[in-house]
């Protein structure tokens, strides 16, 4: 569709909805540690991945900001779930 890009982010990891945010940010930091480590990093370069890391919060303002747009995408398209 004309004005509209459609691309892979990479790998994301998801938790449960409700899980705690002592949990959620101990897993941050754990993955920041491992995207940041340059052997993890070569890895993920290698299959095409780009190594970044970003808040929950700004995962989730990524997230809602991909949705409203594909959304409008979709209707577009006319696709129906059938």
Known sequence: ???YVI???GLAVFAPAGTPKTIVDKLNAEL???VADPDVAAK???QTLDPMHATPEDFAKLLKSDYDRLEK???LSGA???
Do not use: D, N, P, Q
Request: proline share 0%; hydrophobic share 40%; charged share 40%.
């Open 1 to 3: 569709m004309k004005g």
């Open 7 to 9: 691309s892979s982010r």
């Open 32 to 34: 920041k540690k491992a």
């Open 44 to 46: 993920l370069s290698a």
């Open 80 to 82: 129906r779930i059938e």
């Open 73 to 75: 995408v979709v209707k």
